[in-house]
């Protein structure tokens, strides 16, 4: 195309400026052939008119489109030159803050002078495993191409990083090494990628500097070696250095510092280790304060010193050697303040000997001060006949001192680098290294001395390694798609870097004249003026002789030539290292011994890869003849660079300084393009610009124009085809274009020339579209105007008939208000008379009524006095009859009794009465007894009625006198009342007259002003009721806006509490998972182990193993996964202190708990062993006295039965009645759970007490029954002799019978006062303990209180101490919980036990009672056997239970797990194997062996674990053993005995619960190995999405013909362009997805758990999409938030296709959904600001502002975000406190729940399937 067609109106162009280096204006006419000039129109609207040179044809640079502008790579812009690439940056640096960007292989880093939070380790993640060109310019992804390459092709990589001072080198370097640390970490626990990265405060610290341009700037140049091993984990690193800027130690210009150390030191120096250094601040030594001044903002070296010192510990520096290292830097310093004076008008000089520096240097280094005062002054000239000694000047002491303090630093550093690299060495073999070189950029000051002139020829020879490798790599892109190979012509520095290094060069040069004795600068200045006078590099400036000019590839610079030779030379005298050689510090002297230099020839034969050593070479000793040149050794060290270079895949980062204020993103037009020209980014665009820049594949490129195709040609099927025949038919010229094999390449402009035809077409239909609309538009004006007309029309006429309507209304409407009127007056007037009348009737009616009412009331209450005076007569009468009746009956019936007691006497004195007396003695006097009692109560009763009925009747009586005194005396007023009352109704009638004639004139005068009140009075009340609706209205909004408050306040608080108890659930199942980490590691040491050794032996066990093998002789099991503190020592000896370290102090804390609660255990369990074997021997010794006593007492055991069944009786009701008591208090007072709790033990406790008062009662029946017949022996034996001595009983003597009679009943009042007395005893002793209880629930209401209001107080805290708080209260309940709970345990346990004696005491007594009816032998044995058949009848009834034999256990675990595969079962009931192991348990239960439990669920337990880590990455083998495990754990719960895990129990089921073990803590292992089982689940279905996460969601076109916006990235290369397709639809994804759901559906995994899994994978599809579109700018547009929220939607829908939409999988997708809708909504107006900040509350502000500045326009007509629209979104979103990072965390993993889900299913009805081949087992 010609300028003519480039060059038209409208098209914008660049022109030079000399503020902004270019200037962007726009063509206001069109250019023709020939014209001097181009009239132009600035950005500010003023014309500007731009010269052309005719002979050269020098067209300003073309501008271009908007659409290709922020491009992520400066190669895919279309125009190719300085001001595209400087505009490019600064669009990208300043508008959107992005520091990096791609310049073909180059990254180009500009420094922001500002953190960002670009570097965190969910970037690294982010920025791993993908292609360069995938994501957004970053020193990771440079970092990752070099780890992909160097994994993929198994070649070394470098990454070579330059820039001037300040540009951020050392930082990019850092980043890198941070990243290949991360990604590439050590698989052993040498911590190697720690210390690498620990290495860099150290280099920092001796080799760093501030300078005018960085505070922090590298003042050497350095290469690190980063190794790898075969699996590519880093093993280790080693560190070449390059040109230690030595000068610096002496030296500082104004307003710089000297290397960091120094000032460390210094601020250090008040510690107590570094009082004999001598130190004080650094403003007080020569070498630190030449640069003003000596601190930095922002930086605290005392805290850097620190670091420092912690480096050095880390990399195995002693703590010897690190004090040596600062003496060492500490005599540095006091050498440099050594006062030198003057002899001899400075012929000669002298040290004084009492100089404190001195003598501080000296003792510092220990040598000799004598010596080392001499021969600073002094030197040695040896000659071939003697020695002379010589004195120095003042000016060459001063230099010979100098040269000895950077001798000694430079020494010092080499000896630090040594270590370094000493200490990253690994003894494993390297197999290959990715190198960071970290060198100085291109440097030119005012002054350019020797280190300027090396720092530039280092860069002369990286910038020829630059530019054949980005020659090669273009020209393998070409080759491989096929495209004709023509050579480019690139700048070849090859001359100026001979004019530096070749034969008689420069540096040649150089070394000749530091040869030569008296050599001298001018010298060597003039022999190169005569030597390469004729070289187009070298130039002689105009105005000196000691200066000369090297034009490099950057820039031309001027070096003065004064100090080469002696910076060349670098003279140390050879007296001073000798004297330093024989310091009495070893470290000093091994500093300068000699050391044989390794030629790099002998380094490189025989060895095929790049083998590391240090490019600083051994300093040897001063002698001349031997010793190489600073420039020698300099040219060495960069040609074995170069080698390793070469030898290596290049990875460029050229870091750029925007401003020279290090102000945070502000760009210097100026100063970039100086350093874009120096660093090789313009020569890249040039060879780039060179052939073809640009390159679209095939199907981009049809996307892109195919509004430029005819419909005949879209209708082809042969993409290529029909690009060809569009660019044939667009570009008319063949060599703007070529077609490659899977691109299209273009030459500079082509495709801004196609944006351009692209874009007239746009404009044409875009007229096409206005035109039409606009008619449309006009059309429709039109006719809503006419519909407008005839409606005014309409409503005009309407509105004149109404008001017509309205008067008429009017009128009539005032004729019936008149009517109304009169007729309202005149009827209010009649209705005043009407009342007035009736008034007055009303009040004569009601006296004349009143007066009757008076007269009928006295008589009434005549009557009533006659009445109650009557009656009172009658009952006087009545009770003096009655009480001469009671005495004469009571006369009388004595006068009978005592008739009967003489009869009753006489009856008694017969034999006959006393044996039929005897026989039923005691149960009547008992029942006697208790008559009396009942009889004293009913007396006492009766009397207490009485006398209250006694002190009723005479208040009554005293009460009717005093009415009846009253009543007499009203009656005698009465007379004088009724005339006084007649007077005064006459008077009251008169005054009722005259009030009537002064009523009426007031009713008259009061009517208006009551008229007018009323008024008043209805305005009021109005008013009143308005005000108390507005004060209802307010009070109703302030009661809704406090309730809103304190529901906003409690959801708040529900929601932290919510977060705070996940955030707990979390931490511990990550430490569940860092513990299955540790022992899967664990696991995989001892294999590693037992492979090296290959002995027989015995084999450890792991912790966890051993602890769940232990034995137990224990019903309750105890396991642990933490095992016994040897096992744990032995673990941390075998893995290493460092990993171990971490959790082993909650490991062992738990285990010393553990043990303290087992031997807390094991002592309650021997003392209730110890109380039930002393419970048995005194039942034995009862049973025995029992079985010797049956045959003595058979004939009292009637009279015992009665006595027991009567007491029975008696404590039953008592007993019920006080149960019934103590249920309504409790129901009444408590009715909380804890309250229930209380009141059930208490209750248990009544019972316990009752069984022992029976128990107690039994043996004082026993006890009294033991003294009756003693009494009754004695009796027996008094009568025998009695009837030997007389004849019988009747001539007994009568006093003696009484006595005897009275002494049996007094003995039996004697007993039964006893038994009263122990039931009193017991019926307080039971007040005493119901009065305990209740205090127990007062203290246990009390306690509530005080919870609620701690709890009310935590509230009130910061969330830090409300956890801590929380956690703490939390530990100490459950520990107050777990003691309780061990107490009540007890107590049940010995209730247990007592009922179980009381049921043998009670069996033994029925088997002795029927004993003595029958013979007692026999019966026994009977009921013996009886027993025996019950039980054996009661084990038949068990079913469910599965019994094998114990040597079959492995073989039961190698067929149900190890080897069982889940297709086996498939056909089955679900979970079947959990089903059968618990059946297996329930009959180990039932046999009650502990042993067989325990060992059958450590065996399952293990056997899962190994299944699991066998099948590590299996899916379908995680889910099964995943659902099983749940399984069990559910069973274990469901028949644990437990209330809670029974409620939704059958009767059945209940009949299936264990009976002897508490598997409790087996629970919590199988809890703990689900969470473990699901992680696996997780990890291995994350692992199977993510790869096809961002091609589904964010790449794949679900809805064609929205991709068309243009490509965006980086341009691969041959080098990462090999891997293969591995795009996803959405249709796959979704596929995999339904995979994963009917896997779980099928296994029978609890539905909570799967929607759990559902929620964590479509987490982790958000955050890596989201991660994605925040580090990809192609992907930020319209177009792809359209399709973003279309494949969002297909997710949702497929969520509720499967039922999953409350499993809160779709609220985890809110913020990619978000992200969606900010990029389809308007970016414009404030208004815009508002609904993106109200609508994007998911997302934080730095993800909104990233998303804004990545925004990409989907075509020339859609306007960029503006600078100012993005500060207004962060202006606006200031409030919000949203976290720091940018990235979310895609391994994020939320707490799991395992809800308890009981199972229908009964264990009888499983049946086994024969497939499994578990014939060993038999059903019970």
């Known amino acids: 195309m010609s300028a003519a067609e480039l060059y038209t109106k409208y098209t914008r162009v660049w022109i030079p400026d000399p503020d902004e280096v270019w200037r962007s204006a726009e063509i206001i006419k069109d250019y023709k052939e020939g014209d001097k000039s181009l009239q132009l129109k600035l950005e500010d609207e003023t014309l500007y008119e731009y010269p052309i040179n005719l002979q050269g044809n020098e067209l300003p640079f073309l501008r271009n489109p908007d659409i290709l502008v922020g491009q992520n790579d400066l190669t895919a812009l279309s125009y190719l030159h300085e001001p595209a690439v400087l505009h490019n940056l600064k669009v990208r640096f300043l508008e959107s803050n992005h520091i990096y960007t791609y310049c073909g292989i180059v990254l180009v880093a500009i420094n922001p002078y500002e953190q960002l939070p670009i570097y965190e380790q969910d970037v690294i993640y982010a920025y791993s495993g993908q292609n360069m060109g995938d994501m957004d310019p970053h020193i990771f992804a440079v970092a990752e191409e070099a780890y992909k390459q160097m994994a993929r092709d198994e070649k070394n990589q470098s990454i070579i990083v330059s820039g001037e001072s300040g540009a951020g080198k050392t930082v990019s370097a850092k980043y890198a090494m941070r990243f290949f640390a991360t990604v590439g970490g050590s698989a052993s626990e040498t911590n190697i990628e720690a210390k690498v990265l620990a290495s860099s405060p150290i280099m920092e610290a001796i080799g760093n500097a501030k300078t005018t341009r960085n505070d922090n700037s590298s003042r050497f140049g350095k290469y690190i070696q980063i190794g790898f091993d075969k699996e590519y984990h880093i093993i280790g690193a080693n560190m070449r250095t390059y040109l230690l800027e030595k000068s610096r130690v002496v030296f500082q210009a104004e307003d710089e510092r000297n290397y960091h150390i120094f000032y460390q030191l210094c601020a250090s120096s008040s510690l107590p280790e570094f009082k004999e250094l001598g130190l004080t601040c650094a403003e007080d030594f020569f070498y630190t304060s030449q640069g003003g001044d000596t601190s930095i903002d922002g930086v605290d070296d005392a805290d850097d010193f620190e670091k420092t010192r912690h480096a050095f510990t880390l990399l195995g520096v002693k703590e010897s050697h690190q004090m040596t290292i600062f003496r060492i830097i500490a005599a540095i310093l006091h050498l440099g303040n050594l006062e030198i004076q003057g002899e001899r008008d400075g012929e000669a000089c002298s040290v004084s000997g009492e ?116 020659f090669k790599l273009e020209q393998e892109e070409y080759m491989k798609e096929g495209i004709p190979w023509t050579l480019i012509d690139f700048y070849d520095n090859q001359p100026c870097i001979d004019l530096i290094e070749a034969k008689l060069g420069i540096l040649d040069l150089l070394d000749e004249e530091c040869k030569v004795p008296k050599g001298t600068d001018q010298n060597w200045v003039q022999k190169l003026y005569d030597r390469h006078a004729a070289s187009q590099h070298f130039q002689k400036p105009r105005m000196s002789n000691t200066s000369f000019i090297v034009l490099h590839f950057a820039d031309k610079v001027e070096y003065q030539s004064e100090g080469f030779l002696e910076k060349n030379r670098d003279t140390v005298y050879e007296e001073q290292i000798n004297i330093l050689k024989a310091s009495k510090y070893q470290m ?12 790099a020839a002998a380094l490189r034969k025989g060895t095929p890869r790049i083998k590391v050593r240090s490019a600083s070479p051994a300093f040897k000793a001063a002698n001349k003849e031997h010793r190489k040149t600073v420039g020698h050794q300099f040219r060495n060290s960069l040609q074995l660079l170069m080698e390793t270079l070469n030898a290596t895949t290049p990875h460029y980062v050229r870091c750029i300084k925007p401003n020279d204020e290090k102000l945070p993103f502000k760009f210097d037009p100026k100063r970039a393009v100086q350093q874009l020209r120096a660093c090789g980014v313009l020569e890249t665009i040039r060879i780039s610009a060179a052939g073809f820049p640009s390159r679209w594949s095939y199907p981009d490129f049809f996307d892109r124009y195919r509004v430029l195709m005819n419909k005949r040609d879209l209708s082809k099927n042969d993409k290529k085809q029909i690009c060809q025949t569009l660019l044939e038919d667009l570009i008319k010229d063949p060599d703007k274009f070529q077609f490659g094999r899977t691109k299209i390449f273009f030459r500079a402009g082509q495709v801004a020339y196609l944006e351009k035809l692209r874009a007239d077409k746009f404009r044409a239909a875009t007229i096409m579209i206005q035109k039409t609309v606009r008619g449309w538009l006009q059309r429709a004006k039109y006719q809503r105007l006419r519909r407008a007309t005839l409606a005014l029309q309409r409503y005009a006429r309407g509105h004149l008939a109404r008001r017509l309507y309205e008067n008429l209304r009017r009128t009539r409407a005032a004729i019936i208000l008149q009517k109304q009127y009169r007729m309202v007056r005149m009827r209010r007037a009649f209705l005043r008379v009407r009342n007035a009348t009736i008034t007055i009737q009303a009040f004569a009616r009601g006296m004349f009524v009143r007066r009757i009412y008076r007269q009928m009331l006295m008589e009434h209450k005549a009557t009533i006095l006659q009445k109650f005076a009557r009656g009172w007569l009658a009952r006087v009468r009545l009770r003096r009859a009655r009480a001469a009746a009671v005495v004469l009956q009571c006369h009388w019936r004595r006068l009978q009794a005592r008739r009967q007691l003489k ?18 003695m005691e149960n009547k006097v008992v029942q006697l007894q208790r008559k009396v009692d009942e009889q004293n109560k009913e007396n006492k009763l009766l009397n207490e009625q009485l006398s209250m009925l006694t002190s009723a009747h005479s208040s009554e009586v005293e ?40 009523r009426e004139v007031m009713e008259d005068s009061h009517g208006k002003e009551r008229d007018l009140l009323r008024k008043r009075i209805s305005d009021l009340e109005e008013e009143n009721t308005l005000l108390k609706q507005e004060k209802e209205e307010l009070n109703s909004r302030i009661l809704c806006q406090s309730e809103d408050e304190f529901a906003r306040n409690t959801v708040e608080e529900n929601i932290q509490l919510k977060k705070e108890l996940e955030e707990d659930r979390s931490r511990y199942q990550n430490l569940i998972k860092e513990y299955a980490s540790l022992e899967q590691r664990y696991d995989r040491l001892m294999d590693e182990i037992t492979i090296i050794k290959q002995t027989p032996g015995h084999r450890r066990n792991p912790s966890n193993q051993s602890s769940l093998e232990s034995d137990s002789n224990n019903p309750s099991i105890c396991t642990s996964e933490i095992g016994d503190t040897e096992d744990v020592i032995q673990q941390v000896e ?36 110890k109380k039930e074997q002393e419970s048995k021997k005194s039942q034995v010794v009862e049973t025995k006295t029992e079985a010797t006593s049956e045959h003595e007492d058979f004939a009292y055991n009637s009279l015992k039965r009665q006595e027991l069944e009567s007491e029975n009786k008696k404590l039953k009701n008592e007993l019920n009645e006080l149960r019934k008591a103590i249920a309504d208090h409790a129901t009444q007072n408590n009715s909380s759970n804890n309250v229930q709790d209380s009141y059930n033990l208490l209750l248990n406790q009544l019972k316990s007490a009752n069984e022992e008062l029976e128990v107690r009662k039994e043996e004082v029946l026993i006890l009294r029954s033991q003294i009756m017949k003693a009494a009754q022996q004695k009796e027996t034996g008094k009568n025998m002799e009695r009837i030997s001595s007389s004849a019988g009983w009747p001539s007994s003597d009568r006093p003696i019978d009484q006595e005897d009679a009275i ?45 609620q209001q701690a709890l009310l107080q935590t509230l009130q805290l910061s969330p830090e101490v409300q956890v801590e708080l929380g956690l703490q209260q939390e530990i100490t309940r459950l520990t107050n919980e777990n003691l309780d709970l061990k107490e009540l345990l007890e107590k049940l346990e010995n209730n247990e036990k007592k009922l179980k004696k009381q049921l043998k005491i009670y069996m033994k007594k029925v088997q002795d009672f029927e004993a003595s009816q029958t013979v007692v032998p026999v019966e026994r044995r009977s009921h013996k056997r009886n027993m025996q058949v019950a039980v054996q009848r009661k084990e038949k009834d068990f079913q469910g239970m599965l019994e094998y034999y114990k040597e079959d256990e492995p073989l039961l675990i190698r067929n149900l797990i190890t080897d069982l595969k889940p297709q086996a079962v498939s056909a089955t009931v679900p979970c079947l194997p959990a089903y059968i192991l618990f059946m297996c348990i329930r009959h180990a239960d039932y046999i009650n062996d502990d042993q067989k439990v325990h060992s059958l669920l450590t065996s399952t337990i293990n056997g899962i674990k190994k299944v699991l880590k066998k099948h590590h990455d299996d899916f379908e083998m995680t889910s099964f053993w995943l659902a099983n495990t749940c399984r069990l754990l559910h069973c274990l719960k469901q028949y644990s005995g437990e209330e809670a895990f029974m409620t939704q129990n059958t009767a059945k089921q209940n009949e299936h619960c264990l009976k002897n073990f508490d598997l409790t803590e087996y629970r919590q292992v199988l809890g703990h190995l689900s969470i473990q089982n699901y992680q696996q689940l997780i990890n291995i279905a994350e692992g199977i999405l993510q790869p096809m996460i961002v091609s589904a969601v964010l790449e794949n076109e679900s809805i064609q013909g929205l991709s068309s916006v243009k490509p965006m990235g980086y341009r691969k290369y041959s080098s990462n362009s090999g891997e293969g397709d591995n795009s996803y639809s959405l249709d796959e994804m979704i596929r995999q997805l339904n995979s994963f759901h009917s896997i779980m559906c099928d296994q029978g995994l609890d539905p909570e758990i799967i929607q759990q899994v559902f929620k964590q994978l479509f987490y982790m599809i958000n955050a890596v999409a989201l991660n994605n579109l925040l580090l990809r700018k192609d992907v930020c547009s319209w177009s792809t938030g359209m399709q973003l929220r279309f494949n969002i939607s297909q997710l949702e829908e497929w969520l509720r296709g499967k039922n999953l939409q409350q499993s809160g999988a779709a609220q985890t997708l809110e913020p990619l959904i978000q992200a969606a809708q900010l990029l389809q909504l308007k970016k414009k107006t404030s208004e815009d600001a508002e609904a993106i900040c109200s609508l994007c509350t998911s997302l934080t502000t730095q993800q909104i502002v990233k998303i804004l500045n990545l925004y990409t326009p989907v075509n020339e007509f859609e306007e960029r975000v503006t600078v100012a629209f993005i500060r207004n979104i962060q202006k606006q979103l200031q409030e919000r406190n949203d976290p720091p990072q940018l990235l979310l965390d895609f391994k994020h993993m939320f707490p799991v729940l395992f809800p308890f889900n009981p199972s229908a299913i009964t264990m009888d009805s499983i049946h086994l399937p024969a497939s499994l081949n578990l014939d060993f087992l038999n059903k019970v």
């Open 588 to 599: 000093v002297a091994d500093l300068f011994q000699e050391e044989g230099a390794v030629p």
């Open 903 to 920: 009869a009753l006497r006489i009856e008694a004195r017969s034999a006959q009465h006393l044996k039929k007396l005897n026989i039923g």
């Open 959 to 998: 009460k009717l006198k005093k009415e009846l005194q009253e009543y007499q005396q009203s009656q005698r007023g009465e007379g004088n009342q009724l005339l006084s009352l007649q007077e005064e109704m006459e008077r009251l009638r008169m005054e009722l007259e005259r009030a009537h004639g002064e």
């Open 1303 to 1347: 002494e049996a009943y007094q003995g039996v009042c004697e007993t039964n006062r006893l038994l009263e007395e122990q039931l009193q005893n017991q019926r307080r002793e039971h007040e005493e303990e119901m009065e305990a209880l209740k205090n127990q629930v007062d203290s246990m209401q009390e306690e509530l209180e005080k919870q």
């Open 355 to 470: 100089d404190e520096h001195l003598s501080s240097f000296c003792s510092l280094l220990g040598v000799e001060q004598s010596q080392m005062q001499h021969w600073l002054c002094h030197r040695k000239l040896v000659t071939t006949a003697e020695t002379y000694v010589k004195s120095m000047t003042l000016h060459q002491v001063v230099n010979a001192r100098n040269a000895l303090a950077k001798h000694i630093y430079a020494q010092l550093f080499s000896w630090i680098v040594q270590h370094v690299n000493k200490a990253l060495h690994s003894t494993v073999g390297q197999h290959s290294f990715i190198g960071v070189l970290d060198i100085y950029g291109f440097e030119t000051f005012e002054v350019n001395s020797f280190e300027q002139f090396c720092i530039n020829y280092a860069n002369e020879k990286l910038q020829q390694q630059f530019n054949s490798h980005v």
């Open 1134 to 1169: 075998e893995i290493g202190m460092e990993k171990a370290a971490m959790d082993m102090t909650l490991f062992l804390k738990l285990q010393k708990r553990v043990r303290e609660l087992e031997l807390e255990r094991k002592k309650l369990q021997t003392q209730l062993e």
